[in-house]
C-alpha cells in the first residue's frame, strides 16, 4: 500500500502561483511513476502531469504545458507541482497518484482544492 498526503492548496487570484507537494510513504521502494490530476465541479477527473523515477520521463497536459512544472525528491518521498500563471479553468481538486501505468495511477491522495479568482 501507497499513502499519499497532499499540501498546498488554496485560493489565488489569477496570474498567480501556487505550489502543490505530496509526500508519499509505503510501497515507494517500487519506483513508481507519479503524477497529478486534477477534478473540477462536474467534471470527470482529468490528467494534469506525470514524472518517472529518474524524473527523466515528464509529460503534461496541453492545457498547463509552460505553465506547470512537476518535480520529484526520490530522497524524501516527494512530487511537487508549481502552478504558475493560473487561470480560473484551474479552479479544482488536485489529487496526487502514484504507480502510474498508461497515465493510469494504483493509489490517489485524498485530494486538496485549488481555487482561482477572476
Known amino acids: 500500500q501507497v499513502r499519499l498526503v497532499e499540501s498546498g492548496g488554496g485560493l489565488v487570484q489569477a496570474g498567480g502561483s501556487l505550489r502543490l507537494s505530496c509526500a508519499a510513504s509505503g510501497r515507494t521502494f517500487s519506483r513508481p511513476a507519479m503524477g497529478w490530476f486534477r477534478q473540477a465541479p462536474g467534471k470527470e477527473r482529468e490528467f494534469v502531469a506525470a514524472i518517472s523515477w529518474s524524473g527523466d520521463r515528464i509529460n503534461y497536459a496541453d492545457s498547463v504545458k509552460g505553465r506547470f512544472t512537476i518535480s520529484r525528491d526520490n530522497a524524501k518521498n516527494t512530487v511537487d507541482l508549481q502552478m504558475n500563471s493560473l487561470e480560473p479553468e484551474d479552479t479544482a481538486s488536485y489529487y496526487c497518484?502514484?504507480?502510474?501505468?498508461?497515465?493510469?495511477?494504483?493509489?490517489w491522495g485524498q485530494g486538496t482544492q485549488v481555487t482561482v479568482s477572476s
Open positions: 497518484a502514484s504507480h502510474l501505468v498508461n497515465r493510469r495511477p494504483t493509489y
